[in-house]
């Protein structure tokens, strides 16, 4: 499995939750790297993007709540999460993508609830 992400878990309506995902057979050096979500019923939908060239964006709806950075010398990226709702409930999966490759991870399980 070429990406593995960890940290989910269930929170309460404000709380805070930091996932990781990192790489194993290749480095995330040259990729571009982004979290999804996919709750029951909905589609899949980016959450955060970070670019080769540092570049990120996030969407209105969590905007200003969650920060995605890579490390390097973990070769892993992660999702800060903050402020979050139950509309954040959701599989979130890591993905790695260059002009000829595309990674995703199994997916980890946040829920927030209280």
């Known amino acids: 499995v070429p990406l593995v992400e960890s940290g989910g878990g269930l929170v309460q309506p404000g709380g805070s939750l930091k996932l990781s995902c990192s790489a194993s057979?290749?480095?995330?050096?040259?990729?571009?790297l982004r979290w999804y979500r996919q709750a029951p019923g909905k589609e899949r939908e980016m959450v955060a993007s970070?670019?080769?060239?540092?570049?990120?964006y996030y969407p209105d709806s969590v905007k200003g709540r969650f920060t995605i950075s890579r490390d390097g010398t973990k070769n892993t990226v992660y999702l800060q999460m903050n402020s979050l709702k139950p509309e954040d409930t959701a599989v979130y999966y890591c993905?790695?993508?260059?002009?000829?490759?595309?990674?995703w991870g199994q997916g980890t399980q946040v829920t927030v609830s209280s």
């Open positions: 993905n790695a993508y260059s002009a000829s490759r595309d990674f």
């Open positions: 057979g290749f480095t995330f050096t040259w990729y571009n």
């Open positions: 970070n670019s080769v060239g540092g570049t990120t």
